[in-house]
């Protein structure tokens, strides 16, 4: 589905549709047209710009970001409408030519009280270099008031307009945003680039959210999503045919044995060894997302890189936060399957291919829990270089929704390794399985393979080596 420009057509659709339905009423259950809604710029505030807007400088990877005030009538579970005022941030590149025509709209989760947006965080590296623009949409009420890291205590200035009716009208908030960004009036959030597709992704709480709003058969209705990421939660069959792709990404804790529906559009991804919230989101929370809320400067690409770079730690270099549970603690890199479901449900949604078939968890028969293997780590789903090759293990269910890593010692990682180069050469062989069967994207491939490297610091000078360069396999080739 394209982008339509006939705004005069649209206004003219939406202000027959608010005249049919005003704030109270009831609104025809079976309607295929999503409002759109008006779209405004915010003051500028107490603090000169946006609560959770990007940690680091955005010019010198061709992006720019722009936060909205998106204001509207939506419509609840139960058909009754009423007017609502939220917020968005868009992330964009620049020029038309570094787009690659598709938007992530990101449900960002609410648990912890206030807004984090996982899979912008999570697939942040792949979103830049494939030229995604990508949306953190506010779309529950709980992460716009009322604690201190919420817009409206963060910043009454501005965002005092703010006002949401409750999350029963979260999903029509969340598709009136869609409906903005594919076809808009007014106000282009976009600017001058041309939309092509929209998918939407949601983690844990905002997965539920998703789910259901596929499983009820809404999605389909409102039509203007092309695909839906979900991650973290819901169930593994549906109430309704798909009528878009959806791709379920899961990790341990929402691991359980019952088999996924069949229908076409559908492919569940179990990712061993994962905990529900890790590292890589927490390290980024820690230190880019909490510094900037208290008003530091957005890090240049040297202070990305190394923080990308510490958060990316996979337990090969002992740290203390490896121990600290949900702050951060469980480091197998969802990012990398996180980054590969989004660039497979993109293509997906493309082409018409879609993603491997992948396996599933393997659950112990006698318990009915994850089986673990020697080293304690889960078995089966699909295995990322660091759990077919390990030098740590990971609980990932010890905190509820975190987890802990527990890294080898030296003497433990010589004892399955006698030398780097045999570690060296084992990852190497692990991380051309994982990209030849779609699981890897090279670039992350590449990335993986650097940071081996770094395990050689844990040998004696003797048994190190050296460290070889990386050349992944064609990806999806097995």
């Not at 705004?7 to 259950?29: E, H, I, N, R, Y």
């Not at 379920?248 to 061993?272: F, N």
């Not at 770079?309 to 337990?315: E, K, L, M, P, Q």
Request: some cysteine; overall charge negative.
């Amino acid at each position: 589905m394209g982008r339509t420009r006939t705004a005069a057509t649209l206004l003219s659709l939406t202000v027959a549709l608010g005249m049919l339905a005003g704030p109270g009423q009831a609104l025809d259950a079976s309607r295929t047209t999503v409002l759109v809604p008006h779209l405004s710029v915010p003051p500028e505030g107490i603090h000169g710009h946006p609560l959770w807007d990007s940690w680091h400088q955005l010019a010198p990877f061709g992006y720019q970001q722009r936060e909205f005030l998106v204001s509207g009538v939506a419509r609840a579970d139960d058909g009754t409408t009423a007017p609502y005022t939220t917020r968005i941030v868009v992330f964009r590149p620049r020029s038309d030519e570094d787009f690659n025509g598709t938007v992530l709209l990101d449900w960002v989760n609410v648990t912890a009280q206030f807004e984090n947006a996982v899979d912008i965080l999570e697939a942040r590296e792949m979103l830049l270099r494939e030229g995604f623009a990508f949306v953190h949409v506010s779309a529950q009420s709980a992460g716009l008031c009322c604690t201190p890291l919420t817009p409206k205590v963060w910043d009454p200035v501005r965002y005092a307009s703010i006002s949401h009716p409750g999350d029963d009208y979260a999903a029509d908030i969340f598709a009136q945003v869609a409906s903005a960004v594919r076809a808009p009036h007014g106000v282009d959030p976009l600017g001058s680039l041309t939309v092509r597709r929209v998918l939407a992704s949601g983690q844990s709480q905002s997965a539920h959210r998703l789910y259901d709003y596929v499983s009820s058969g809404q999605a389909a209705r409102d039509d203007v999503f092309d695909g839906f990421l979900i991650h973290g939660g819901g169930e593994k069959t549906f109430d309704v045919p798909l009528a878009t792709p959806v791709l379920h990404l899961l990790s341990d804790l929402e691991a359980d044995p019952s088999p996924p529906g069949d229908d076409p559009l559908y492919r569940l991804w179990e990712v061993a060894a994962t905990a529900h919230s890790d590292y890589f989101i927490g390290y980024q929370s820690i230190f880019g997302n909490g510094p900037r809320t208290a008003d530091q400067p957005a890090m240049d690409r040297a202070g990305y890189d190394e923080t990308i770079d510490a958060a990316g730690n996979y337990g090969q270099v002992p740290a203390p936060l490896h121990a600290t549970c949900t702050a951060a603690g469980a480091t197998m890199p969802m990012h990398y399957a996180a980054s590969t479901a989004l660039h497979q449900l993109d293509r997906w949604v493309r082409t018409g291919t879609a993603p491997p078939v992948t396996p599933r968890f393997t659950f112990d028969e006698t318990t009915g829990q994850l089986a673990k293997d020697e080293h304690g780590n889960t078995r089966g789903g699909i295995r990322m270089p660091p759990v077919e090759v390990p030098v740590a293990t990971y609980l990932t269910t010890a905190c509820g929704l975190g987890g802990v890593t527990v890294p080898f010692t030296d003497a433990q990682v010589q004892a399955l390794y006698p030398t780097f180069a045999d570690y060296q050469d084992k990852m190497r062989h692990a991380t051309d399985r994982a990209v030849r069967r779609g699981w890897l994207l090279p670039p992350d491939a590449r990335d993986q393979m650097r940071r081996v490297c770094t395990v050689r610091e844990r040998y004696p000078t003797g048994s190190r080596g050296r460290c070889q360069d990386y050349r992944p396999p064609s990806f999806g080739s097995a």
